[in-house]
Each structure stands twice: as C-alpha cells, then as structure tokens.
C-alpha cells in the first residue's frame, strides 16, 4: 500500500517541490510473509526508540555553548510559553483512539513534517492515516470534531475545509480513525516539561505558566536530588529512564507502584514521598523578587517610567554614545561595536520597541556593495525585476540594465510612455544560500552585524541557533533589497505595510543619488528632504540628515506590534469605504497590499490613537524591527539593503502567535506557511538552557 507521495503519477509529481519523499519512511514496519512477500506489519512505537533516538531530545551533558545567565534569561522569557505548549500536548492525550496506542514518527535528517491542512510544522502530537499517510495538528484535528454537529457529518465533510481525500480508498479521513503519532520518542517532552519547573525552583525564576505542578519544599528538595542522580546517568540509562510508551503523562498506573523499590537513601526517600505532597499551584502567591539597590534595578525603574531623554540616560549609560530620536521613543546607539550596548538596547528591545543602530559601514569593505561591483559579477545573469509604480512584473531581464540605472535616470529601462521605472530586484539573490553565492558579502556582514549575541546565525540569543542539525534550519537569511528611489512619489512604496514572524535588522549597505536629470544631484537631495520635512519627522532627525557626512537612504514607518489589530481594523474600514470586498482568509496586513501615505497616517491617528515610529535610514544604518511589528519602506534614493532575520527571546510570544494567525490565510498565501518552526525553536532552546542550569550551582553564580 503506497502513501499519497508514492502514488503521484509522474506528472504530478512534475509539479511538485523536488523533495518529494514517502511518508511512511522510518515509520512503518514491514516483514515478510509466508510466501516471501513483503507486508506491512504496523509502525513503529515509542518503545522502538533506543537511546541514539532520544539523546537529540534531552538536555546535553556536557552543556551546549551557553552560560548561565544566558540560560536563566531564556528560560525567564520562553519558560511559561513552553509549559502552555507541553499543556497542549497532553491534551492531545486525551483525543487518543479506542485501542489507546501512540505510534512514534522518527524525526528524519532533512525532511520538515508538515500538517496537510494548514502547513504548520509539525512539533510532536499529529493525527496520520494509516493507509495513506495524510498528517494534520492538533489544531485542525480538534477544528475539524469542532465542525461536526454529529458523528454522521463527520463522516461527509470532505475537501471544503482542506482536508484531502484518502488517497487509498478515495473516501474523506474520518478523525476518530486516524492514528495519534508523536515526534519525540519515549517521555522526553514530560520529563523536560517536570524539569523546568525544577530548575525554575532552583534558581528563583519567576513563572506564570498554568502547570499544576507541586510547590512543597518536600518536593523542592526530591527534585533537587533527582537533579543531582540525573547528571551522572549515562547514555544507555535514559532509555531505562524515559520507555514509558504510551502512557499519559499526568497518570500513575498500579504497574509503576508495584515496581518502586524500597527507600535506602534520603535521595531515594525524598524522591517517592514527595510525589505524595500534591500542593496545588496558586499563581496569585508568586515569590517576592529580591530587591536591592543595585544598578539594574535604577535602570528598569527608570525605563519602565518612559523617561527617554539624554539627560537621563546619560546617568544610567555614560560610557555608551546614543540619543533618542522619534521624540524619545527610539534608541539610536552610535557605535555599532561597543561592548556597553547589549543592556541599554534590551532595555527597549523588550518593550517590543525599534532601535536604530548608526555606523556599520564604517566596518564593511564599501567596494562590495557598490552597483558597478554587482553589474561587473553578475550583469550577465536575468532576473524579475518589479516596477514600483505599478507593480508589474518584468520576468527575465537583463540585471546588467537594473545596475546600470541604479544612479543613472538615463540608463533606466523606461515604460510604455518612455519614462523611467522606479525599479526593484525581485528576490535576489535566489533562495539558494547568501553564503553560497556571496561568500566574500557574506563574511564582510557578518563581521559588521551590531548585536552579534542576537543577529548571528550562532548567537547565544538567537534562539534559532538551538535547532539541532538534523531539523530544517529555517531561511532566516541573509536577505537583499536592492531597489531605485525617488522623493518625487510620495505614495509609492517600495515595500507595503507588511509584518514578519521574526525579529529582523536591516542594514543601509550603499545609498545611490542619480546625477541626472532635471537639476542633477542637488534636485534629488532638495526632493528627499523635502519628503523627510513631510513625513512627521522629529527635529532631531530633520537636522540630522543635512548633516555633511550623513546620506539619508529610505523612510520607513514602523508600528508596536500590539497596534497591529487596530491597523488591520483601519485598513478593513478604508477598503470598505471604497467598495472593496474582504475575503475572509485574506488580510490586510499580511497581503502586503497597502502603503499608508501622509494622508492615511494621519487618520490612522486621529481615529485610533496609532502612532507609528517615522525612521530614516541613512547609509550605514541598521534597523532593528521587532517580530509582529507592522512596517514599511519607501527608498528616497537607490538602496542597497541587507537584512538578517533572527529569533530573540523577548518576542517568542509574537511569533508564537503569529505562527497561528498564518494558519487562517489562504493556501497560496506567501505566509501562509509555517517556516519558522517556533514550537521546534521554543523546546531546543529550554533543552539546552536547562541542561547548563541543571549541572551548575546557584551558589556559584
């Protein structure tokens, strides 16, 4: 019996994406009957699993690269998420068949598990169809008994809500005969999840998470032990340890009772008493945080009163060269690479704010990113190219004629009317590696990124760097945004109001002002400071951009992400008023449809009382956006701009939530898939900061 994989005719399979691949790999059994055939024979349980299966899935000893306050701040910021994940998992249990069976999906090097319903990567607990291999979450899985009134409706409901047919049988999957199946082999997702709770004890970490886990100090010092015996366990010991197939996480069956030996240690004591002092879990009697009059504790008092002034912040950061722009809403750092800006830059990063970092040109080769340089290695090469002012796509066009007008209105290729485009280099380079087919670009960014603890692809803070080797490694960049400006189309952006699922910083590489045309240089300059005077632009930046040695590149506008409902609610309304129909699984943000004009913005804040954060981006200016946070960007000139995406602690709740919004959007929506793998990202990085927090003392810290 073929998986719908398999049994693709070859010109669907033409059609396909070129990683095609059997569904039931590692995963069913086969044996060979009496007669020498080949049969199926099941798939594969959790007791299959042996120790090489679930050392991926444990906290690491000796510790990943992490220190331990590092690790503390991650657990501080993603614990709660974590636990309401594992709580979602368990309830998954609760949907299991009547046979009451969990097959186990071994995680396979470099395939991404997908739900065939809404292209959500696939974290543990899934629903398959034994006979054809067809995968839905948890989510769609419980939609889907949501949308039934009665089981014989059930049955009926076929494609209308993406669920595919069965390509065995060509019947519509009924949900209660699909088969539970979890990723992570044996107990390893419980196990993680009660040790949290345990490291959290020990190290004072506050929690809100909705676990009902003891709090007795009996059970405090048997987890403490457990700790201590769990740490010179050996490789072969887990799987003693964690083959507890199929069994809930939250029931003690008789058969674990009858085989607890007797107490010969106090370890041993405390370790099967304390399970017997079930204390519920009162979130409203959380622990007092220790004060003191420390350093940190004047910063966050001062920063959580808004107090965004020099003056003020001077006191708290002498040594660290910034200013406030946006009248003191944005932090702007001076010095890319000075080793004092990590804490004033968390300091408003976690509030879920922009920052501005000046400088970074001063640390990458210019000659790189010139467009004579581009023309010169890749002129020679087509690619899409998009006009702006319309938003038409020319398909396979010389990129030697896009770099040749990048400062030169004459060497533009020109419309229908003879007029120059306002062009921009569709999705180049490809989706191949940057590293690959920029290797000398590549290293000369990476040297130059500000933040590296967060914006390198290995940073301690990037939590995207915990995903072990054999998952997909999301696309996280580095991107390209090469594209002509002109201060002369006030309502023409060059990239729509849009928002992404990670964090993201973009940097000014090369800013081209033409020498051409109706006035020369200084009529291009005089338009794009005019644009800037236009744009509800604070006065410090007004007189920072006539500044000699500053070139100012793009204006961009960037709201918190909390104001992104009121946006989509003000957009739907505009769109109304012009008759426009909304679709149901469109949006008007992530459809990245709209360009909120002078006009537009200044309604967005009369009627609702949003106020964006109005940025200019001069050259060698990085732009820190947070994930979630709606923005847009309209180059006063030609821009050459580089952007890293990342996936920084203090936003995981975003992406989270984003990740579920995704799901609603049509099936041939660009976001509309799941590529970030936040629920993988959330459990590597807990993993791995609870691995060095077990092995450590707090008394040493």
């Not at 081209?512 to 009529?523: F, L, M, S, T, Y």
Request: net charge negative.
């Amino acid at each position: 019996m073929k998986c719908r994989e398999c049994k693709m005719s070859a010109t669907q399979l033409s059609k396909k994406q070129p990683n095609i691949f059997c569904r039931f790999y590692a995963f069913r059994r086969l044996k060979y009957n009496l007669k020498g055939s080949v049969s199926i024979y099941g798939f594969s349980e959790l007791s299959d699993a042996d120790p090489d299966d679930i050392e991926p899935w444990l906290p690491r000893t000796p510790a990943p690269k992490l220190d331990i306050e590092t690790s503390k701040f991650i657990i501080s910021k993603v614990g709660d998420r974590f636990c309401e994940l594992v709580e979602q998992e368990k309830e998954s249990m609760s949907l299991v068949g009547k046979n009451g069976k969990i097959a186990w999906k071994r995680a396979v090097q470099g395939v991404r598990e997908m739900c065939d319903v809404c292209d959500t990567t696939l974290f543990n607990m899934h629903w398959v169809c034994s006979k054809c291999g067809f995968v839905v979450c948890l989510d769609c899985y419980k939609a889907k008994l949501k949308s039934a009134d009665d089981i014989n409706t059930a049955l009926i409901i076929s494609d209308d809500d993406r669920w595919l047919t069965c390509s065995s049988n060509k019947g519509a999957h009924e949900p209660e005969k699909m088969m539970l199946t979890q990723i992570i082999p044996s107990d390893a997702l419980w196990e993680l999840g009660r040790l949290i709770h345990v490291i959290r004890g020990k190290w004072s970490i506050p929690e809100t998470c909705p676990c009902d886990i003891t709090s007795s100090p009996l059970s405090l010092l048997a987890d403490v032990a457990f700790l201590d015996s769990e740490g010179s366990r050996d490789k072969t010991d887990s799987k003693k340890s964690l083959d507890k197939s199929a069994m809930s996480p939250s029931v003690d069956t008789d058969s674990d009772k009858k085989l607890q030996p007797s107490c010969s240690t106090l370890r041993e004591l405390l370790t099967k008493t304390a399970g017997k002092a079930k204390v519920p879990n009162d979130k409203k009697n959380t622990k007092p945080k220790t004060s003191g009059s420390t350093l940190d504790d004047i910063i966050q008092s001062v920063v959580e009163k808004n107090f965004h002034n020099l003056t003020e912040t001077s006191v708290l950061y002498p040594d660290v060269p910034h200013s406030w722009l946006c009248d003191g809403k944005l932090l702007r750092l001076h010095d890319p690479q000075h080793k004092g800006n990590l804490k004033i830059f968390q300091d408003q990063w976690r509030r879920g704010q922009p920052v501005l970092v000046s400088g970074t040109n001063k640390n990458i080769n210019s000659n790189l990113w010139k467009p004579e340089s581009f023309c010169k290695e890749f002129g020679q090469f087509d690619n899409d190219l998009v006009n702006c002012l319309t938003g038409d796509v020319i398909v396979g066009h010389p990129m030697s004629d896009f770099w040749e007008g990048f400062e030169s209105l004459e060497n533009r290729p020109t419309d229908d009317e003879d007029e120059p485009m306002l062009l921009k280099l569709k999705d180049w380079p490809p989706g191949d590696d940057f590293s690959d087919i920029l290797p000398t670009r590549f290293q000369d960014l990476m040297k130059a990124l500000p933040l590296p603890d967060y914006t390198l692809r290995q940073g301690k803070l990037n939590l995207a760097s915990r995903l072990p080797d054999f998952l997909v490694r999301p696309d996280l960049g580095p991107k390209m945004y090469n594209a002509y400006g002109s201060a002369k189309f006030p309502s023409q952006a060059t990239t729509n109001l849009h928002l992404d699922i990670s964090d993201a910083v973009n940097i000014m590489v090369y800013v081209g002002v033409p020498n051409d045309g109706e006035g020369g240089r200084k009529a291009h300059e005089q338009a794009a400071l005019k644009a800037i005077d236009d744009a509800d632009c604070d006065s410090i930046t007004k007189r920072r951009v006539r500044e000699v040695h500053e070139v100012p590149g793009a204006l961009w506008q960037i709201y918190d992400a909390g104001d992104a409902d009121k946006i989509r609610d003000f957009l739907n309304k505009v769109a109304k008023e012009t008759g426009e129909i909304i679709e149901p699984d469109h949006d008007a943000i992530h459809d990245q449809s709209w360009y909120l004009d002078e006009k537009l913005r200044e309604r967005l804040a009369r009627e609702y009382g949003v106020h964006g954060y109005t940025i200019v981006q001069c050259l060698g200016d990085a732009i820190f956006i947070p994930a979630g946070a709606p923005h847009q960007v309209r180059n006063l000139h030609s821009c050459v701009k580089v952007a890293e995406d990342f996936v920084a602690p203090e936003h995981l709740n975003h992406c989270f939530h984003l990740t579920q919004e995704f799901r609603q959007l049509s099936d041939t929506h660009s976001n509309h898939e799941d590529k970030l793998q936040v629920k993988n990202i959330i459990y590597h990085a807990v993993k791995d900061a609870v691995a060095v927090l077990r092995d450590a003392n707090p008394e040493d810290d």
